[in-house]
């Protein structure tokens, strides 16, 4: 009890902000202790957002900071592994022209890893004109960003945490042995550059600032943008599965979606250990993607997608997870915070970037854009997906 008492008031802390939080006791209460993964419902369809652990309904968007908090304890508790606790951390930052090293201290233990500024090309950014920046998980498409204005803080992941079943890197320097995936080691890989970015660049504006990566990267732009309330812009790029991919709908008439199993394969330190008990169990999860995205709202998030990119489940991303995401944040005033932009190309094609740029332009400068982002075409919604959704115009108004 204790414990779940803290980590829900963790799980507070880290929406504090949300204007809607309320007392933790008047939150309906998780089990004392979390069932294990098998011993969990079978929910066929994705779970309800307005539906509570216990099957109380989520009635008001007030609710919301308490389905918020309970879902981010089980979305740790099932698949990322428990976020460590910042508070016991202290972060120290060099920088030397665009070279910033970050170190991280807990008691006795330290570990360190390098970022790269990169200024953009079309302004002048100074303290009193601080630019937008984008913290990238490696090398992006350049002039989408630079040439527009923002700013990029790119690090290799693999210096916070080995993508390897053989720990190594910063995250793991301070936290050996931990139930924690390797995700959610890069998400906070992220926010410890954010931490350096605060103490020594204030030519970057704190207030406008995204997350980017692919694939595997991607996976952690997502978790990265869930577990820090001071990302306003999410960009997972060709995430697929344990990032926007659904884990209860696959479509692969044209080829084969990956699954749990795949993963358990080659890397099944991505998550925590739970996670992998879902192999042959996906409609056990108490959560699916579209709840992963729904707890970056009602800050702004765009997922980026290739139609042939089959293995990451692109149908799904698009028919399943975005029109249930979509949903929650219109339910919650935050309509125009979501977008997909889908693209007919293959895994990490770097015209990604320039189909995500009006979305972004719109987020950090407020660029009107024509485009709709909302557009899930050449696909179609999935209604048998989201049955809650049904008469949801009149049900689900706040
Ligand atoms: C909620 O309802 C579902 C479906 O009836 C059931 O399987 C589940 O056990 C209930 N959960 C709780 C915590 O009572
Ligand atoms: C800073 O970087 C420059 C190269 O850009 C290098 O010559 C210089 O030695 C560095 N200074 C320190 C204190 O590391
Ligand atoms: C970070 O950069 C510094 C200066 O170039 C270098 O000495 C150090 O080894 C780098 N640290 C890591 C973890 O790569
Ligand atoms: C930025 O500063 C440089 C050097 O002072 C100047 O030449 C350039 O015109 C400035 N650019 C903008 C967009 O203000
Ligand atoms: C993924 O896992 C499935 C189920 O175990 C298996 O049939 C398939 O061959 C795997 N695919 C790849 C590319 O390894
Ligand atoms: C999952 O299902 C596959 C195919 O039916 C089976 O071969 C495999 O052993 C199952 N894995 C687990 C962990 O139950
Ligand atoms: C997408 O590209 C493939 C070839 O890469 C082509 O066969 C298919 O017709 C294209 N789909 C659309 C909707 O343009
Ligand atoms: C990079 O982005 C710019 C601006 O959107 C675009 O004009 C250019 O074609 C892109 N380059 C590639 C290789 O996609």
């Given at each position: ?24 006791q008047?939150c ?54 428990y ?53 990238s ?50 998400a ?38 869930i ?24 479509f692969?008439e044209?080829?084969?979606n ?7 394969g ?18 056990q ?13 009602p800050r ?28 929650v ?18 895994h ?51």
């Amino acid at each position: 009890m204790a414990i779940l008492a803290v980590f829900s008031l963790l799980s507070l802390l880290l929406v504090a902000g949300a204007s809607t939080a309320r007392p933790p006791q008047a939150c309906p209460a998780l089990p004392r202790s979390l069932p294990a993964p098998t011993d969990l419902p079978i929910i066929e369809p994705l779970p309800d957002p307005w539906t509570f652990f216990n099957n109380a309904s989520v009635k008001s968007p007030e609710d919301w900071a308490c389905r918020k908090a309970e879902l981010l304890t089980l979305v740790q508790e099932y698949m990322y592994g428990y976020y460590p606790d910042h508070s016991r951390e202290t972060v120290s930052a060099v920088r030397n022209g665009t070279a910033l090293s970050v170190t991280v201290s807990v008691g006795k233990k330290s570990g360190s890893f390098n970022v790269t500024l990169s200024m953009p090309t079309s302004v002048n950014a100074t303290r009193r004109h601080p630019v937008p920046v984008v913290i990238s998980a490696g090398g992006v498409n350049d002039t989408v960003f630079l040439g527009s204005g923002i700013a990029l803080a790119t690090f290799n992941v693999g210096d916070v945490a080995a993508d390897s079943f053989t720990p190594g890197g910063a995250f793991w320097d301070l936290y050996s042995g931990e139930d924690i995936g390797v995700i959610t080691a890069w998400a906070w890989g992220f926010h410890r550059i954010l931490d350096a970015i605060i103490q020594e660049v204030p030519e970057f504006d704190q207030k406008r600032v995204g997350v980017i990566g692919c694939s595997r990267d991607g996976k952690s732009a997502l978790a990265a943008g869930i577990f820090d309330e001071r990302i306003t812009l999410t960009l997972p790029m060709s995430s697929g599965l344990e990032g926007i991919a659904p884990w209860r709908f696959q479509f692969q008439e044209f080829g084969e979606n990956e699954k749990i199993t795949n993963i358990t394969g080659y890397a099944p330190y991505w998550t925590n250990t739970n996670l992998l008990k879902f192999v042959n169990n996906s409609h056990q999860i108490p959560f699916d993607t579209h709840l992963n995205v729904a707890l970056v709202a009602p800050r702004a998030i765009i997922w980026d997608e290739g139609e042939v990119d089959y293995w990451t489940n692109p149908e799904g991303e698009a028919r399943v997870t975005f029109p249930a995401a979509e949903a929650v944040y219109d339910w919650l005033g935050a309509s125009d915070k979501i977008g997909v932009a889908i693209r007919n190309s293959s895994h990490c094609d770097i015209s990604g970037y320039t189909n995500i740029q009006a979305f972004m332009l719109k987020q950090f400068f407020g660029t009107p854009t024509e485009r709709d982002y909302t557009d899930i075409s050449p696909y179609t919604t999935y209604p048998s997906a989201y049955p809650w959704l049904e008469g949801a115009s009149t049900k689900k108004q706040a």
